[in-house]
């Protein structure tokens, strides 16, 4: 499970996008959200302790060039060198913000499939969220993966630029069994999932899907269709709950909900 709060290398600290429909995206989620009778998250989409988590900004010129999808955040120990392994790999860089003796801060990137994610350093223990924040599991990213069809050359370029370890995760369609890939950072923890366009997965863009834990999961996909998203995929417990659901958002976005 990512752990949005831990200042490590391949920890996922965040994601936001840039959205055509402001204010009706910030509707939208704010109240598919915002569920169950304790909400895990605030109507300004951040979580129950105020921590920053997810963030939705408008749609400006200067992002134009931007891919509308959700860009997760992911902490690298050199932003620099990451970013030139990306390129060497056969990446895209979109935007790279350096301060001004011209040092790298941060990268916005795309890997080998067109999906994006930005670099940023390991967040410093000072620059991270209180301990009683760091506590709270809810009102957060879960979990994070990309559906492609070439997954072991996204696994290598992942595990090039991120510097994550590779974990194999058995799985099996109506034909075969092959493997998935969970990333994990040094000390064995996961933070991402990389799987092929095939058996449970088949038919999901090939974009990082954020997973968003929510108190009342039956009444958020409720509210996705409420207010004008699509249900595009779910997977179900023995019992028959959700166990996981992909949504479109009004303007074409994907994501996921899983139960807080």
């Known amino acids: 499970m990512s752990d949005p709060f831990a ?28 569920t169950g009778e304790n909400p895990l998250w605030r109507e300004d989409l ?8 997810i963030g939705l900004g408008k749609r400006q ?34 935007m790279h913000g350096k301060d001004e003796n011209g040092n790298s801060q941060w990268a916005v990137l795309l890997d080998i499939n067109g999906a994006a994610f930005g670099i940023i350093p ?8 209180s301990r009683e924040a760091s506590q709270i599991r809810e009102g957060r990213i879960s979990w994070l993966n990309l559906t492609v069809f070439n997954a072991p050359a996204t696994r290598d ?4 630029v ?28 996961p933070s991402a999932g990389i799987c092929h366009a095939r058996g449970v997965n088949v038919g999901l863009p090939p974009f990082w899907m954020i997973h968003l834990s929510v108190g009342d999961i039956d009444e958020s996909v409720r509210r996705v269709r409420e207010e004008g ?25 994907f994501f996921a909900l899983v139960p807080g």
């Open 46 to 53: 951040m979580n129950n302790s105020g921590t920053p988590i």
């Open 61 to 94: 010129p200067e992002y134009a060039h931007l891919p509308t999808q959700w860009m997760p955040h992911i902490q690298v120990a050199d932003v620099a060198a990451s970013a030139k392994r990306a390129l060497d790999l056969g990446g895209t860089e979109l």
């Open 7 to 34: 200042h490590r290398v391949g920890e996922i600290m965040s994601a936001d996008i840039a959205v055509p429909e402001h204010d009706r995206e910030m509707r939208f989620y704010s109240r598919v959200l915002t």
């Open 162 to 189: 991120i510097d994550w370890t590779v974990q194999e995760v058995e799985m099996e369609d109506a034909t075969e069994h092959y493997v998935d890939f969970n990333m994990a950072t040094g000390n064995g923890n």
């Open 157 to 160: 370029f992942y595990r090039e």
């Open 122 to 129: 390991v967040v410093s223990a000072e620059a991270a969220p």
């Open 229 to 253: 998203g699509k249900i595009i995929n779910t997977k179900q417990n023995d019992d028959g709950q959700y166990r996981s659901v992909v949504v479109e958002d009004p303007v074409g976005v």
